[in-house]
């Protein structure tokens, strides 16, 4: 069974960094797209970026030029660098790994708290 174990969550103020990590084990890691998802109270989880290859990313609109995602093919380690915190984005930070024939892990989250 795939394990995803994240960490580096904490509480920062509005225009700090933070940098989340993510360990993967029991998986084929270099095979699946790696992303990080996050969820606030009252709404619905929701993409924040995803990793296939280096040149292969993808950002929601909202954090663009702010994070950026890396991986470690050689540690099975995903990586997201938060730069410039707002307070929206206070949220769970969730690590996803998803294979091209559907599969989905997800790890039991981070929590961010960014205040104003």
């Known amino acids: 069974q795939v394990q995803l174990v994240e960490s580096g969550g904490g509480s920062v103020q509005a225009g700090g960094s933070l940098r989340l990590s993510c360990a993967a084990s029991?998986?084929?890691?270099?095979?699946?797209?790696m992303g990080w998802y996050r969820q606030a109270p009252g709404k619905q989880r929701e993409l924040v970026a995803t990793?296939?290859?280096?040149?292969?990313?993808n950002y929601a609109d909202s954090v663009k030029g702010r994070f950026t995602i890396s991986r470690d093919n050689t540690k099975n380690m995903v990586y997201l660098q938060m730069d410039n915190l707002k307070p929206e984005d206070t949220a769970v930070y969730f690590c996803?790994?998803?294979?091209?024939?559907?599969?989905?892990?997800w790890g039991q989250g981070t929590q961010v708290t960014v205040s104003s």
């Open positions: 990793i296939t290859s280096p040149k292969n990313t």
């Open positions: 996803n790994a998803a294979s091209s024939r559907g599969e989905t892990n």
């Open positions: 029991r998986i084929f890691f270099a095979m699946y797209t």
